[in-house]
């Protein structure tokens, strides 16, 4: 059984760091392309962040572009987010997701491309 357990989230002051960690149960993690993503209450899910199967290839959404580094240890099976100069706006609900294989690169940022899902933390940042 696939999973995905996402850990981390909290409460945090505007301009704060908080650091997300995503735990794979996934037999294919090693090959497959990573993301994070988030919804904020009445907003779609959002790319936030990709690292391809090797970790050479990051992407990041140009709304957390500098501020969210993304990373992965394929030896633990695991994928952290680690967020710094937080502000309201990043308020949401983050989602671990997996199962894109490493030669759909291009389709990192479609969460319909996507066949693993956690089950979300939430991140609440107060101004």
């Known amino acids: 059984q696939v999973q995905l357990v996402e850990s981390g989230g909290g409460s945090v002051e505007a301009g704060g760091s908080l650091s997300l960690s995503c735990a794979a149960s996934?037999?294919?993690?090693?090959?497959?392309?990573m993301g994070w993503f988030r919804q904020a209450p009445g907003r779609e899910r959002e790319f936030v962040a990709a690292i391809n199967y090797d970790g050479g290839l990051k992407d990041y959404a140009d709304s957390v572009k500098g501020r969210f580094t993304v990373s992965r240890d394929n030896a633990k099976k695991t994928v952290a987010l680690q967020m710094s100069s937080l502000k309201p706006e990043d308020t949401a609900v983050y989602y671990c997701?997996?199962?894109?294989?490493?030669?759909?690169?291009?389709?990192?940022?479609?969460?319909?491309?996507?066949?693993?899902w956690g089950q979300g933390t939430q991140v609440t940042v107060s101004s």
């Open positions: 996934i037999r294919t993690f090693s090959s497959d392309t």
């Open positions: 997701s997996g199962g894109l294989h490493m030669f759909d690169w291009i389709s990192r940022r479609a969460p319909s491309k996507y066949t693993d």
